[in-house]
C-alpha cells in the first residue's frame, strides 16, 4: 500500500508526478506485522494494476470474468480463512478486493466465510478431502443456498425447503433465491428443514445431481458479476454421507452469517476508498471554469467527507477484527458494523456521484458502477433495518422482532 505522504501537501497546480496520499489516511495498514504489509501491498497493486481496468466491461454485460480466478488463486484469494493471517490482514484483503471491485469481493467472501470456512469448520474428514483442495485454488467454485423467494430476513423460522431421509439417502426439495455463484457454481451448501425433527441443516449437493436447476436473475442495477440465481430443487437426492455432520440445526448457519456480515462491513470500507480513489482522480483533472474542479470549495468538502466516513468505516472493522481474535465477537458487533459502514457507503457513493456530475451515471468514469454496487451492499447479508433492530435488541434486551 502507498504510505500516506508527511507535510505539506502539494498545491493542485504542481501535483504532477507527485504521488498522492493514499487513502488509509490513518494507516491502518500498519497495524500488520511486516510480512503481512507487504503482502498487503503486492495484493493492492495486483487488483489496482490487474483486475479493477479490466472488470467493468463484465459488469456492463453482466458476465463473470473467470479467466480472473486462477491469478486471484495465485494470491491466495481462495484461502484466506485457512491461510492463518491475521483477522486484520484478511479484512483489509478483503477491503482491496471490494477496493477493485465490489462482485469479486463478493465472490471472494461468500468463497472464503460461507463455502471453504464452513466445510473446514463443519464438514467431515471425507467432505474437506474432496471439496477443500479444489476450493482453495479456485478450480472448483461453491455456493450457499439458504435465502428463499419467501423468506429472506425471516429464514430462520420461515425456511421451507425440505430434507427427507430415505434409507441412505436424503431427498432435497424447495426453491432458493439470490444464491451468489448459483450458475456457476460446483458445489452448493443447501439449508432444509429436516420433516423428521423440524431442523434446519446443512447439505453438500453437486450442482450436476439430477432435479437440481439454477437460472441467473438478470436485470440487476449493481453486482452485476457476480452471478445469482434462482434454484430450484426437485427431489434432489445425495447420499445420507453428504449432510454436513457440524450443520444439524440452524444455530451453525447463524455463526457463519455473523462472520460473514463482518466481512461484508470490510467490504462497505473498502468501496470507499474506492468511491474516494475515483472521485478525487476525476477532481484533479476535469478543469471547469478554468480550473480544475479541486479548487473549489463545494467540491473539497464532500472529498472530505468521503475520506472520514472511509477512514471511520475502517477504524469500526480495524475493531471487529481485534474482537475476532480476542474471542469476543458477537452478532451485535457484526450487525452494527454491517449497517454502519454500508450506510456510510452509501452517503460516500452519493457524494462522489454528484462530484461527476453527468460523468457520474456513466459506467466509462467508474463511480455509476460504485453506486449501485453500494446500493446491494446496503441490503443483503441483512437489511440496513434488520441490522438496526438486531442491535436494538442487543441495547435493550427487548425484541423488536416479534
Known sequence: ????????????EHVAGIPFPDADLFSFAALLPPAERTRLADLHAFLQEQVRPAVTPYWNREEFPAHLLPALAERGLGELELSGASRLFRGLAYA???????????????????ILG??????????????????RCFRALGAFALTEPEHGSDIAGGLATT???????????????WIGAGTIADVAIVWARDTADGQVK?????TDRPGWSASKIEHKIGLRIMQNADIVLDEVRVPAANALPGAGSFA???????????????????????????????ALDRRQFGRPLAKFQLVQEPLARILGNAT?????????????????????HAALAKATTTSLARESAALGRNILGGNGIVT????????????????????????????????????AFV
Open 163 to 177: 430434507a427427507v431421509r430415505d434409507g441412505d439417502e436424503w431427498v432435497l426439495t424447495g426453491t432458493k433465491r
Open 118 to 135: 464452513l466445510i473446514d469448520a463443519l464438514g467431515s474428514p471425507e467432505q474437506k478431502a474432496r471439496w477443500l483442495p479444489e476450493l
Open 202 to 206: 446443512g447439505f453438500l449437493v453437486e
Open 364 to 399: 466509462d468514469h467508474e463511480m455509476a458502477k460504485l453506486f449501485n454496487d453500494v446500493e446491494i451492499l446496503y441490503t443483503y447479508e441483512g437489511t440496513y433495518e434488520i441490522n438496526a433492530l438486531i442491535v436494538g435488541r442487543a441495547v435493550t434486551g427487548v425484541s
Open 252 to 282: 451453525a448457519a447463524n455463526k457463519m452469517l455473523r462472520n460473514s456480515r463482518a466481512w461484508v462491513g470490510w467490504q462497505g470500507a473498502g468501496v470507499q476508498l474506492a468511491i474516494f480513489d475515483v472521485a478525487r482522480a476525476y
Open 96 to 114: 482491496e478486493v471490494a477496493r477493485a471491485d465490489v462482485s469479486l469481493s463478493a465472490l471472494v467472501g461468500i468463497h472464503n466465510e460461507l
Open 312 to 332: 471511520a468505516s475502517l477504524g469500526l472493522m480495524a475493531q471487529i477484527a481485534r474482537l475476532q481474535e480476542d474471542g469476543g465477537f458477537d452478532m451485535p
Open 1 to 12: 500500500m502507498t504510505p500516506v505522504l508527511r507535510g505539506e501537501s502539494p498545491s493542485v
